[in-house]
């Protein structure tokens, strides 16, 4: 490790120079010991006085020396306790050893103190430096060597020979002698445990040899493991074959050696082979006494004895498992008298992780020894605390470990101490005295909690004291690493957690408090943490802070101005959360926000470059038609920057590229071919080191030819293909999946054209979703490692997941492009989908979902194009492939929506399910399971898991946790933003599976009416007040007349909407109320007076909502159903004033209606005022096409040429009165 020399103090007392020979021997030999590897002492780089130099903080020194392997050093100083720790260090900064400096939070700048006396809170660099001479011997010593090896070749032959043979020589009796040892370690064990003696059958070469003697512990550790293999061997065959009376004096002998061996790694490694052992006798009525003998050795003196009882005790657990009934009460007594250990700190730690076994089998209904083991939960945290006082770390880590698994329980085992250990837990995070190991250990379990108990983090009232935590965490310096874990990233994850996990009427303001005060704070490490949790919050609380975007947006634009760098940094991430969000509200703000992100790419520290191009990234996509005028400027800038030396640069420019592309569509076929050349340049790439880079084009060629077209991209259609399909052989998973993405795009854009490619790239992307996934890291290669824990989950490469992700979604929008060709594919692709709907990952999942529905609507619509009619039997037959496709479409969603446990799978799949009702109505749900496990309809066992959901009974919104209560059962009133996600499209499918059924769907509603309007409450947010009524309102317009049996309290409950103070909700029950009128049979006159008295203040054309739209539909409706018992002499002056509509089009079918009858019934007012009406007519007969349902279209047309027909001369002259550009359209309507 190299140390740079300190400058000298620019004030205050001077720093002594340094003279090796006036140092007391005890201080230099600290100092000697801190530089060593051994300390471990925990250095940072940082600049000072424009020098690149590694500093420390005081603590992590005094921890060092408080560590085992000084202490093992035998000749340096004793050191008991930090305060004497702390004196230590002291003198080596009293002799001038360390030089005390001072560092601005959130930078790696340093300044000389004023002063050089050591605290433990301050910042150390070091002027000494370890004696160099035996180094530099040896470094002369090494190049001579490799001096010599380099002239090897003019060494005279019989010396190049000699050298040949006696490396053979030498490396043939180093293997040899190792071999002998560890035969020597094995029979000796295997003797000893048969015979009760050891025996050595071979000389022992290695006597007084220190060097091979280091490495017995290691050969006997080794040994043990090969006997518990034999053990293990044929699954306990082997030890069965032996003769009893071999097993007998196994079984003695090995616990004489659990507590004479002197080694810990040893003995835990032969406490393994007790436990395997025992596995096989116990199951066969055998070793009984065994549980017994090890409660006596933890009740005895010797404190190895008490630590392998523990020990054992603890690795045995599954093998009593099924036992376990008759041992829990005594165990929890042993356990209760070995947590409090007077001597032995591992007693009490194992104490711990077997008592987090015994909570394994504690039943939740257990009330007795619930009760006894929570008694327990404070001696837990006593020994957590020694641990901590001690730097104990590894023993720390294990507790850490069994709190984690015990949150996750159904007993509620730590309902009763939850608040002090919530507080605890948050103590130890704010503790920078710990390591930080520790305290991320401490910030994971606050994560835990918040997904597991927060029900009871919510009535605890301790989501305030965790968020001022938090931000004081948050504020802290990052390292230079920052995808590895550390305290203020895991701080901002809370926040996060807390957002996603509750109420943003609970976290939101809280948060924002926060942020204000921290926004005008001197440090610029709370600055940062300001704009951190503001890029977190977002994703939880998005809806809450709408009407809040623009102050919280004023904010975020300060902060991408500040002077500190990371405050800039953490600006952009929370810019870069606010575009993925409130994509029109930040998009409104170009001309303010580009200009800064333009200065941000020119920033002169380059590591806010990637953050500002990663932002510039996000925000540009939304951007559209705005883009243009900064168009040019952008890309001389992008092009500019991208051929910097940086690959990460390069990446993210490329990215941007390609959303500004996507962003100006058209618009940018000027920067087409300059693009295009550069990008096929990077599509060319072979070095696996930059393929992330060529993975990137790729990608960005997709968004490149959806802008410019297919005309101006076909000439590169070939080319790109053949440069895409090459990369496939480098089997990287993301270029992969990118590669898969442009083939759905290509296929989108090109369609028929596209077919010729199938053959070759289709069974690529279905044996890319069949392919085996591989580990992440190579865990288990065969043989086991010594000292290595017995299990360790495996770990996926997400990558390949990824790749999975885009493959399936790939087979479907080819098949949306293609159709027909694609057809032979389609058993094989459906069959791929369907087995990857039980995928680990969440996106493969979603996305098999999402095939498997795309297939069915292709088939669907590429058998029938006629519109659907609702009702059950089908009223129109289906071809029998989408028939079968339906099936096992459905049957596949179905049964993996029913086990599914994330809310945003759910969320998602329920929002598909929801598209393809609306396309092919129902034949989605018409069919019933054939299976032997299954049975019932597919709209009995979809109407279950909706009712399930809106009760909050369904897998991925029920859990439980350590204090006893059900995920499920929050408040409705207090729903947290994602749980209502879920519950929103939930009650959307609601109304898709109305609209399918129709009348015939009155039984079931009857269940989903109260399961739905629940949630419309006083206090419940805005949101969840407008989904009830707006759920409940496409629901009725489904059932038709079949509402008929509901009419009085739906009625109720819309006008009880009508009165509500948000407009959103408002407008929802507007529409309501309009198609309750319209469907019902009931006769609802006498409530007419009351709800237009309650519409007029709906029509605010200020509004930002549809709510005038949807109260002027709601007005026609009543008119087409009743005109006589409508005032139209009020009424239609208001309908015209509201036209034509800019929002709601669907409100046009309803109120265009109204005014034709009401044209042909020659309405006085009405026909004063045809000449607005024709003008309102051109506007609506013009673009967008989706202005009017072709019906509304039909019904305005047949009037225009009827009343042509009638009255041809006032038609031409309203037609001229219109201008050329309107009566064209009319004219042109009419042929």
Partial sequence: MAHQHGPNCNHGPPVPALNPKTIPKPVKDIADWLLSSAAKLKQRKGQLNGKRVEYFKGKHAVNALLREPYKQGGKRAPIEGRAEGEAHLAKLAQHGLILKVVKESGSKTLKSAQDNYFSPDNYYIWIYQASQIQGMVMGVGVLLLVFAGVLFPLWPPFMRQGAYYVSLLMTGLLGLLMALGVIRAILWVILLVVLGRGGWLFPNLFADVGVIESFQPLWRQLASVEVRKLVQKNEGAFWESLDAGIREGIKQNLLKMVVSEQSAVVRHSLAHVVAETAKNEITQNRWQDLVNVLYESCSSPHIIHREMGVYILYSLFDVIADSMDSYLAHLVSLFTRTINDPESLMVQVTTVQALGKVADFIDADDANSV???????????????????????????????????????????????????????????????????????????????????????????????????????????????????????????????????????QVFPVVMQHVLKNIQSANPGDRKAAMLAIAVLIEGAADFMRPNVKEVLQLVVHGLQDPHVSVRKGACMALGSLCDDFETEISEQHSTILPLLFNLLNDQDSSVHGEALGTLDVFIENLGEDIVPYLNGLMEKLV??????????????????????????????????????????????????????????????????????????RPHLQEVMKLVYNGLKFDHPQLNQCSYVLFGVLGKLFESEFIPYLQTIVPQIIQSCNSEEPYESDLHTGEETIGEAEDETPKFSTGVAQEKESSIDTLGELFEATKLAFMPFVPESINCALQLLDHY???????????????????????????????????????????????????????????????????????????????????????????????????????????????????CQVGYSSIGESLGQDDEENLAELDALTISAAADTVGALAAAVGPQFVPYFERFFPAISKYYKKNASVQDRSMSIGALAETVEGLEEGSTVFTNELLQFFLKGLQDTEDEVKSNAAFGIGVLITHTTADVSSSYPTILQMLHPLFNPNSETNMQDNACGCLCRMIIKNPSAVPLDLALPAVLGCLPLTKDYAENRPIYKALVDQLKANNEYLMAQLPRIFDIFAHVLDDPQEQLHKITRSIIVEFLISFKNAYSANFNSFVNQLGQEKASIILKSLQ
């Fill in 640 to 713: 500019s920057i991208w051929g910097s030396d940086s690959k990460k640069v390069q990446i993210t420019t490329t990215n941007c590229i390609g959303s500004v592309a996507f962003a100006s569509s058209k618009n940018f076929i000027p920067y087409f071919n300059e693009v295009m050349t550069r990008l096929m340049v990077l599509m060319n790439i072979a070095d696996t080191d930059n393929l992330p880079l060529r993975s990137c084009a790729t990608d960005c060629v997709g968004a490149v030819a959806t802008a410019v077209g297919v005309e101006i991209f």
């Fill in 371 to 505: 009760k006894q083991f929570q008694a327990l939960i404070p001696s837990i945290v006593a020994v957590l605390q020694k641990c901590l006082d001690a730097n104990d770390d590894d023993s720390a880590g294990k507790i850490f470990a069994v709190f984690d698994d015990i949150l996750l329980l159904e007993a509620p085992l730590l309902s009763k101490h939850f608040v002090d250990l919530i507080n605890l837990f948050l103590r130890i995070s704010v503790n920078q005295e710990y390591e930080e190991d520790i305290r991320i250990r401490s910030l994971s379990f606050l994560i835990w909690c918040i997904l597991a108990a927060r029900s009871k983090i919510g009535k605890a009232k301790l989501i305030p004291n965790i968020i001022e935590a938090m931000f004081i965490i948050g504020a802290e310096e990052e390292p230079d690493n920052r995808d590895e874990d550390y305290p203020a990233k895991l701080a901002v994850q809370v926040i996060n957690s807390l957002s996603t996990h509750f109420p943003p009427q």
């Fill in 841 to 955: 990952h969440d996106g493969v999942r979603i996305n098999a979902a999402g095939c498997l529905l795309k297939f069915f609507n292709t088939i669907y619509v590429m058998g029938d194009q006629s519109e659907w009619e609702p009702g059950l039997p089908l009223k129109k037959q289906v071809h029998e492939n989408v028939s079968n496709v339906g099936k096992l479409a459905m049957e596949g969603i179905l049964l993996m929506l029913k086990d599914e446990e994330e809310r945003y799978v759910v969320t998602q799949v329920l929002q598909q399910l929801g598209e393809t009702l609306k396309i092919t109505g129902p034949a989605a749900i018409f069919q019933s399971f054939s299976g032997e496990t299954h049975s019932g309809t597919h709209l009995d066992l979809l109407a279950n898991q909706l009712l399930a959901i809106l009760e909050g009974e369904h897998p």
